[in-house]
Each structure stands twice: as C-alpha cells, then as structure tokens.
C-alpha cells in the first residue's frame, strides 16, 4: 500500500521551462544590457539550445556561451555560474496544480516529500522561493546528502528517513534516468512526468505517464 508520495521538483513540481525563460530575462538584463530585441532572442535561442535543460556543467556551458557570443568583456564563466545558483530561484514558476495536489495528497493521509538534484543552495532557494516546503514532510537535495539521483541509495536514504520501505513510495518525476530509473531500481514505484526538456524520451511502457499534476491521483 502507498504511505508516501515523493517528488522531483524541476519540471515535475515547477515548469522550469518557464522560469528559465524569465532568468534569462534578467541574466541578459544584468549582463548584456543594451541589446536590441532582435540580439536577446537571439541569445535566448542560444542558451535554449545548448542548455540540455538544466543537464550541463555551468561554467563549461557559460564559457561555451562567451565563446559563442564572441563577448569580449565578459565577467568569469565561474561568476555567471554563480549568479544562476543563487537567483534562478527567484524566477519559480509553480504548475497551477501543484499545491491542490499536494494538499489532496495530505488529506487523503499520504506523507508527501521532494527528492531533487543539484547544489544545495540552488535547490533548496528554488524550494523556499517556491513556498512548496510548507506542504512537504521531507525534502531532499542530492547536493546536502552527497548522493545524487539515478544512484538508488539517494531513493532508499529518503525512504529511511521516513521510516518506510521503498515499496512504501511512489517517486513521480521527469527524467527517464535520474528520475524513473533511480526510482524503480530503489524498489520505489514510478509515475512519468511528461514535460519539458525530456518529453517522450525513453517512455517506460510499465510506467505511468502524465502531463497534468494533478493527474498523480488518478494512479495512488
């Protein structure tokens, strides 16, 4: 029987499509200023299309972008990667049916949690920013526990933490690896976020597949 649901956040809890669209609006305000319209498409285009959504090494990305731009006066690759861990989570853009569900989910008695990957800081200012901690029972970020989804010890770690088995959760994420891989080899139960960047990628016929949110409890 299911005791828990957990979740990714990026794309799965949060459209980060779009917040990634309004960080960009700010990075070049802050960086490129002056630009035509024209230029700053053009450079969005380019940060779309080389950012694997989310998936890269930030300061190999930005130098590649630098490079690309032939931007002569360009602050350190190393300084724009910390600018996007420290204000990407000010530009969260939260699914409409992200906090009816998670109330649902604890109405019907359900422990409910996060498991996301990345830096601690960024992770955890996303899920701040984002006023989701207040409906969760745990949150987990790879960056604070030194584990790091696919591995499914980041999956049973949390499982533990609640004091359930991993059959005891649902994992309802994204990325066909980090996410329902991880998940499943944790012994975890899966549910497919269709959305964003990994969208119809590598479906699992035995998993699940939702593009609405809300629509996890159509399968708990």
Not at 35 to 54: A, F, H, P, V, W
Not at 71 to 93: I, M, N, R, S
Not at 129 to 155: A, E, N, Q, T
Not at 157 to 178: E, F, I, M, R, S
Request: charge should be negative; aromatic fraction near 10%; hydrophobic fraction near 35%.
């Amino acid at each position: 029987m299911t005791k828990a649901v957990l979740f990714d956040f990026d794309e799965t809890l949060q459209d980060r499509t779009e917040a990634f669209e309004s960080y960009m609006d700010a990075f070049l305000q802050k960086y490129r200023p002056g630009l035509s319209q024209t230029e700053i498409e053009k450079c969005k285009e380019d940060m779309r299309s080389t950012g694997n959504g989310g998936y890269v090494d930030r300061v190999k990305w930005y130098q590649c972008l630098i490079d690309m731009w032939l931007w002569q006066d360009a602050p350190d690759a190393q300084e724009l990667a910390k600018h996007y861990d420290y204000t990407f989570g000010d530009h969260c853009v939260i699914f409409p049916h992200t906090v009816p569900l998670l109330k649902k989910l604890r109405e019907m008695g359900l422990i409910t949690g996060i498991i996301s990957n990345g830096p601690s800081y960024l992770q955890n200012h996303k899920i701040d920013m984002s006023g989701l901690r207040d409906y969760c029972d745990i949150v987990v970020i790879s960056g604070d526990v030194g584990i790091h989804k696919p591995d499914p010890r980041l999956f049973t770690y949390t499982a533990n933490k609640l004091n359930l088995d991993a059959g005891d959760c649902v994992y309802v994420g994204d990325h066909p690896v980090n996410d329902i891989k991880g998940a499943l080899d944790s012994g975890m139960k899966a549910i497919r976020m269709n959305w964003g960047w990994f969208k119809n990628q590598d479906l699992c016929p035995d998993v699940p597949v939702i593009d609405d949110i809300i629509d996890v409890l159509k399968y708990i």
